[in-house]
């Protein structure tokens, strides 16, 4: 079952301990919000082997998450489905670009604690900055906290993708509730994303459950490992008169080898999806692909996603209600 008590807290961080050389260590943050104090426990170590985290780090965050976070009230949130974060569907990072990182070691900015560490100091030392940490929330306990010592405790873990468990964890398993932290600096107007994942996590999942699809994703091996084979380089979001039936995808085969796009779909946020022409595209070749069957790409933000044959993702993009504002304009990923 997905987890029980998903949302979003908002706040301001105000404190901040990490944690080495436990069996379980956490970089821990302390946020205000409206009178009230919560524990932030980020995982930087996995249980199961490889136990080192994946991490992303998106220093200027452009997505539509954003402009539905600042209508959050501070404390705690929580998320209606579908209104929450997913790694997989959500088109919020590229997963290639995720890295793995040690928990704590000796030295600077060479650990995840380092990273973590970076960016919620600053967020202290600026006063308009504010925290939105994704996760699934704990308390009001009876007891003080065991780390900053407030009362009653409060909090927020699973700041971590919540889907494709092993089976040790399934039972955490669900869709648009993955865990993350965004910090909004005002002055800079900038959006930083901070998002971790366990290297036992698989990356396809089932739509409804969340839960890990079994075998091998029987997607085309891409010329670099974690490198889609087709991309999506553009797509004509708002085109002039606003007739969605002139709504346009750009993409592009970057592999070595003509693909063979028969039962291949794009979709769009809600999961409406559109076919690719059946034909094969040369290496290198591009074609644009005109939207149908309900697909549409709304100008206040949204996603593509291109699945293969087997329905499984291969890529993903998303922009923002800024960037599909000017009608007639291509907007490029």
Known sequence: MPLKSYGVLVGRPGDRRREGGSDSPHYQIRIDASGAQYRVAVNVLSQESPSELLYLVADDLRHPITAAATDLSAGWNPLAPRAGLDFIRANLFDRAAMRALPPDVAGPDNDLADLLDYYVQRAIGEPDATVYVFGERWGPETVKDKVFGFKPGNGVHDIHMNQGNSPRFKGDDGVWQDGGMLLHFPGENRWVGIFLAFQSQAWHTDDTTGHALPGPAPTPTPPVEGEPVLRILAAMVNPRGGDPERETVLLLNASPAALDLTGWRLADRMGQTSALPPLALNAGASIEV????????????????????????????????????????????
Request: hydrophobic share 40%; charged share 20%.
């Open 290 to 333: 005109e939207l149908g069957n309900g697909m549409k790409l709304g100008n206040k933000g949204g996603s593509i996603t291109l699945l293969d044959a087997a329905g499984l993702k291969v890529a993903g993009v998303s922009y923002t209600a800024d960037q599909a504002r000017r009608e007639g304009w291509t907007v490029t990923f």
